[in-house]
Nanobody, 131 residues
Framework: QVRLQESGGGSVEAGGSLRLSCAVT????????MAWFRRLPGKEREGVAA???????FYADSVQGRFAISKNNAAKTLSLQMNSLKPEDTAVYYC?????????????????????????WGQGTQVAVSS
């Protein structure tokens, strides 16, 4: 049974950094299509960053240059390094994974942002950024 478990959330002041991790069970991380989403207070879940099958990465405009997504294939983990955090980054962050490939993930589509593309989800970890 595929399981994703996030960790690393917490409270930080604006300008600070946090590193989120997602531990994966019964799922091959290498070459996988995986992503981080977040749910801001009172809003729908939104895509933050993603990996496509070939290792291409995608970022939301709001986090480009501040956040970095990475994978450790041997450790079977997905990570999100978050720097220069802002109060508007306050949200519950979720790890997600696709069953199969994701040829539709590209710079010319918003497929990687679509919640329905992902088959597996973690429970989420809270990030709070104070001003």
């Amino acid at each position: 049974q595929v399981r994703l478990q996030e960790s690393g959330g917490g409270s930080v002041e604006a300008g600070g950094s946090l590193r989120l991790s997602c531990a994966v069970t019964d799922y091959t991380v290498a070459g996988a299509c995986m992503a981080w989403f977040r749910r801001l207070p009172g809003k729908e879940r939104e895509g933050v960053a993603a990996f496509a099958t070939g290792g291409t990465t995608f970022y939301a405009d709001s986090v480009q240059g501040r956040f970095a997504i990475s994978k450790n294939n041997a450790a079977k983990t997905l990570s999100l390094q978050m720097n220069s955090l802002k109060p508007e980054d306050t949200a519950v962050y979720y790890c997600a994974a696709v069953r199969g490939t994701c040829e539709d993930f590209s710079d010319f589509s918003d497929a990687w942002r679509r919640i329905e593309r992902y088959n597996y989800w973690g429970q989420g970890t809270q990030v709070a950024v104070s001003s």
